[in-house]
Structures are given as structure tokens and as C-alpha cells.
């Protein structure tokens, strides 16, 4: 015998994961919308007249929100100013791909749409990168020039606020990652709805309960355009083992996913327990519990063909800085490599140089050898001391 809908008369095609109710399409629809309505509303996400940009990158997740905030924005007129803003990696066959969804998705739900590229920002592609760092650690870099590029993103289109499409399901697993890690500064943030909101550019995530599953068969039952290849370079083993533990405690508890979520939220930290303090980037201005930011040293490795400078523990890579930098100063100090220097000087400006929050292109003689480069090696030295002196929550790596 058919089954019937929990919620009205018609006959019920599918059992919602997270409540178990079976439910026709239009009730699937409803309550789905209705929750994240919820969260949107219950966390007082929006402020009418704000500029929203929605992070897209063509996959499920953001797609679906930008399809549902547009839903919502007009049936309960929220009042806010939609965008779409992307981040192109440049991963060939995968992000220039999804790039054309997020494309086909701004005609179809008729939002402004700006893309913004490593290449232009940082002056290397993803590509560029793996061939150099290899398929190791390049989510590192990833996802570091990734948040700050959606920062740089908002900023050009002068917008208000970031929504991501970060679930139900990608929270519990950062909780279960960041328990794991024993990284108490990030634990604490990780299952806010909105971070930076001390700063200019807060981030909030609306899908915060909804489930990864629900996402998708809404996507299905609504025939949206997403872009479900995975990425070429997606090794990202440790995500995936907490993914797979926590589809493993579903099966058994299906509430799994919201519980560890409340738990993470329940968390309290110590008092005695140092927290990073969050400052400005002294190279380029981005927001740092550190001297420099993450991006900045990530991109100067590369540009010095140091790629492991700062990835994990990387004294050897320092030291081969170190060593770079003493060369080249008795060099300078002998009167025959004025070129060089300069080329050094131009380098160790980097992309970043000229985003610089300060005067750009001014290079400062660097006060801890004699290079006149405006070298990095007292700053990043001033970093690992930091390392040593505090525990990992201290970074904000
Ligand atoms: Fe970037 Fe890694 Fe994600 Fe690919 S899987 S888009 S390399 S973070
Ligand atoms: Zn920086």
C-alpha cells in the first residue's frame, strides 16, 4: 500500500533523513526551506539593505543556497542584496568546469556574479602549485588562498557579508578533525554560524543544521544545475576518515551528525587556556593571530622555491632560506650584486606586495641581516619561536 505523506494526504516519495518522516515532494521542499528559514532567523543572520555574497563554486551546497536564500529572501523579504561570488583555483578540468555552472546559475536565478582568480591575486594557479609542491599538502594552500581570495572577492564587490554552503554534515566533521588535532582555538569557532564578526566581513553558514543528504535530494527533486565532479586534486585523507567515522556513528545513532554539533557548541574553553589574538597581517594587511599571515608565507615558499615554508615542521626549508638570504647578503656586503638584490628585492614583494594595506610598493631594509630585500626571516622566525612557546591553538594555521 502507498505510503502517505506525515504532513498532508498525498503519497509520500521519500523518508527525510534527518526526522524520518516520510513526505511528499511540495512538504520535503516546505520543511527544508522552512528550517534553514529558521536558523537564518533564530541567529538574526541578516540586516535588511546588507549586500550578501554567496560563495559558489557550481558544486550541491552552494547552489542549493543560492537557490533557497532567493526563495527565501523574497517570500519572507529579508530585504537583502544577493550576489554570487567565486574563486577560480585554477584547476583545469575541474574549477573551469564548475565555473561554467556558477555561469548558467547566475542567468537562471538572475544574480550579480564576480570570479576571482589565484592567478590574478596571487600570480599561481592550483596547477602551477601541484607541479611544483606535488599532490601533497596542496589543500593546504588551497584552502588558506581560498578564504582570504573570497575576503579580497567581497571587498571588490563591496559587499556586507559571506554565506557559505558549509553543512550539517562538513561541520561535524571539522568538530571531530579539530577534537582530534587538539586544536581548542579552532574548536571553539568552528561551530559558530558567523565568524568574523569583530571584523569588517562576517561569514555565517545557514546550512549549519541542514544535512548533506537532504541538500542533495533537494537539488535532485528541484532538477537544479550543480557540477558534482570531484576535484583532481582532492586527496584530503583526513577529512575523509572523520567522514567515514561519522557515517559509520549514523548508521547507528542517525541524530550523529546534530549531536556532535550541539557538543562542539556546548564546549566551553578554560580561562587559563591562551586563545590566539587575532591582529593584522604586517605584509599584507589580512587578518592573523600571527606576524604573517598564512597566505603570505605559503606564497613567499613558493616564490623562493621553498614550498614547504610553512607546511608543518619546516626547518629545513628555513634553514635553506636562512642560508639563501646570508649568501646573498655577502653578496651586497662585497659590492657586486646590486641586480640581484634588486631582483630580490621586487621578489620578496611578491603579488602581495601591491595589495599591501600600507604604502605598496615600499620596500623596507630588513632588520635581521643585511639582504636589503625586505626579507621575511625575522618575521617567520618570530613565527616558529611563537610555535614553541604555545600549543597549536595558538597558530592560526
Ligand atoms: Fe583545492 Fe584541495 Fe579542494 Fe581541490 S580538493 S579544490 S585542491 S582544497
Ligand atoms: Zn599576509
Known amino acids: 500500500m502507498p505510503v502517505k505523506c506525515n504532513l498532508c494526504d498525498s503519497g509520500a516519495i521519500l523518508k527525510r533523513p534527518k526526522t524520518g518522516d516520510a513526505l511528499c515532494k511540495n512538504c520535503f521542499y516546505f520543511a527544508f ?5 529558521k536558523t537564518i532567523t533564530d541567529a538574526n543572520l541578516f540586516v535588511r539593505g546588507e549586500t550578501v555574497a554567496i560563495g559558489a563554486s557550481g558544486g550541491k551546497d552552494s547552489t542549493v543556497l543560492a537557490y533557497v536564500l532567493k526563495v527565501l529572501n523574497q517570500r519572507y523579504d529579508y530585504g537583502v542584496n544577493l550576489v554570487l561570488l567565486s574563486v577560480d583555483e585554477g584547476i583545469t578540468g575541474y574549477r573551469d568546469d564548475s565555473l561554467e555552472t556558477v555561469k548558467r546559475n547566475q542567468q537562471q536565478y538572475e544574480l550579480p556574479l564576480k570570479i576571482v582568480s589565484y592567478e590574478e591575486l596571487y600570480g599561481w594557479t592550483m596547477d ?6 606535488g599532490l601533497k599538502n596542496n589543500c593546504t594552500f588551497c584552502g588558506v588562498f581560498r578564504r582570504q581570495a573570497l575576503d579580497r572577492g567581497a571587498l571588490l564587490m563591496k559587499v556586507d557579508r559571506i554565506v557559505t554552503g558549509h553543512n550539517a554534515d562538513d561541520i561535524a566533521e571539522t568538530v571531530i578533525m579539530n577534537v582530534l588535532r587538539g586544536d581548542i582555538g579552532r574548536l571553539q569557532r568552528c561551530t559558530a554560524i558567523t565568524t568574523g564578526n569583530e571584523g569588517a566581513l562576517p561569514r555565517s553558514k545557514p546550512f549549519k543544521y541542514t544535512y548533506e543528504k537532504e ?12 557540477f558534482s565532479t570531484e576535484c583532481i586534486y582532492s586527496p584530503n585523507a583526513y577529512r575523509g576518515f572523520a567522514r567515514a567515522y561519522i557515517k559509520d556513528l549514523e548508521k547507528i545513532r542517525p541524530r550523529a551528525i546534530i549531536d556532535i554539533i550541539h557538543s562542539g557548541e556546548s564546549l566551553s574553553v578554560k580561562k587559563a587556556v591562551k586563545l590566539p589574538v587575532q591582529g593584522t597581517c604586517e ?3 589580512y587578518i592573523s593571530s600571527n606576524p604573517l599571515c598564512k597566505a603570505c608565507i605559503l606564497l613567499e615558499g613558493l616564490n623562493r622555491g621553498l614550498p614547504r615554508l610553512g607546511i608543518g615542521k619546516s626547518h629545513k626549508e628555513r634553514r635553506k632560506l636562512n642560508e639563501m638570504l646570508a649568501q ?3 653578496a651586497t656586503d662585497s659590492g657586486t650584486n646590486s641586480e640581484t638584490s634588486k631582483e630580490t628585492t621586487d621578489d620578496a614583494s611578491g603579488t602581495l606586495g601591491t595589495e599591501s594595506s600600507g604604502s605598496p610598493n615600499t620596500k623596507q631594509k630588513c632588520e635581521n641581516c643585511t ?13 616558529q619561536l611563537d610555535r614553541r612557546k604555545i600549543d597549536p591553538a595558538m597558530i592560526d594555521f
Open 33 to 37: 526551506e522552512e528550517e534553514v528559514h
Open 128 to 133: 602551477a602549485i601541484v607541479k611544483q609542491i
Open 215 to 226: 541538500i542533495v535530494m533537494y537539488a535532485y527533486f528541484k532538477k537544479l544545475d550543480y
Open 283 to 285: 605584509r599584507c594587511g
Open 328 to 330: 646573498k647578503s655577502e
Open 371 to 383: 639582504c636589503g630585500s625586505g626579507c621575511l626571516s625575522d618575521k617567520l622566525e618570530k613565527v
